[in-house]
């Protein structure tokens, strides 16, 4: 089955940049989109079709796609930006569609 | 603004059936070319896609749920529905519905419901 590839944490300090990862085989291919998740709410759409970003996302995410790797960076991250980030995408038939483990950003 | 609601029971006995709600406001449930989904989450765990239903009743299942998942959909009341047979602890989680928008080579979850979690005890 197909599968996404997160780092489980990334650390930063307020204001340092950090760079989530996300590895597919199927990524050169498809889109990848991101969502942040803080404890006890729902996923939110932070990036989608790879480096798109929803009008209501502030301007410090930004997201990028190269080969089998997705990344998505925050620029200047934020204490409030602490949460749970998942990739998703779908396989090459788009009929797997799967998440990434998630990875538990820190920021303090 | 889209808005989708969860509702249904906390609490499932093992071995039965989980049935789930999902109210769509804000927008009729069929305008646009959207499908919706069901996606869980165990308590500290990550997300997993059950499935969706399109607004004409075609669905598309995960493979590891396939054979107990069925979903339905009640355009007349904006709301789609989700039943999970035969359920054990191991389906013990959030669950959430999500409307399923086409990104130009593959569809994503662009609007989610608060979630609504759901036990399976004795």
């Known amino acids: 089955s197909y599968e996404l590839t997160q780092p489980p944490s990334v650390s930063v300090s307020p204001g340092q940049t950090a760079r989530i990862t996300c590895s597919g085989d199927?990524?050169?291919?498809?889109?990848a989109y991101w969502y942040q998740q803080k404890s006890g709410q729902a996923p939110v759409l932070v990036i989608y079709?790879?480096?798109k970003r929803p009008s209501e996302i502030p301007e410090r995410f930004s997201g990028s796609s190269s080969g089998t790797m997705a990344t998505l960076t925050i620029s200047g991250a934020q204490v409030e930006d602490e949460a749970d980030y998942y990739c998703y995408s779908t396989d090459s038939s788009g009929n797997q569609r799967v998440f990434g483990g998630g990875t538990k950003l820190t920021v303090l | 603004q889209v808005q989708l609601q969860e509702s249904g029971p906390g609490l499932v006995k093992p071995s039965q059936t989980l049935s789930l709600t999902c109210t769509v406001s804000g927008g009729a449930i069929n305008s646009g070319s959207h499908y919706w989904s069901w996606v869980r989450q165990p308590a500290g765990k990550g997300l997993e896609w059950i499935g969706r239903i399109s607004t004409s009743g075609n669905t598309n299942y995960n493979p590891s749920l396939k054979s107990r998942v069925t979903m339905s959909m009640d355009t007349s009341n904006n709301q789609f529905s989700l039943k999970l047979t035969s359920v054990t602890a191991a389906d013990t989680a959030v669950y959430y519905c999500a409307r399923d928008t086409y990104g130009g080579n593959s569809y994503y979850f662009d609007y989610w419901g608060q979630g609504a979690l759901v036990t399976v005890s004795s």
């Open positions: 199927a990524l050169p291919k498809k889109y």
């Open positions: 079709g790879d480096n």
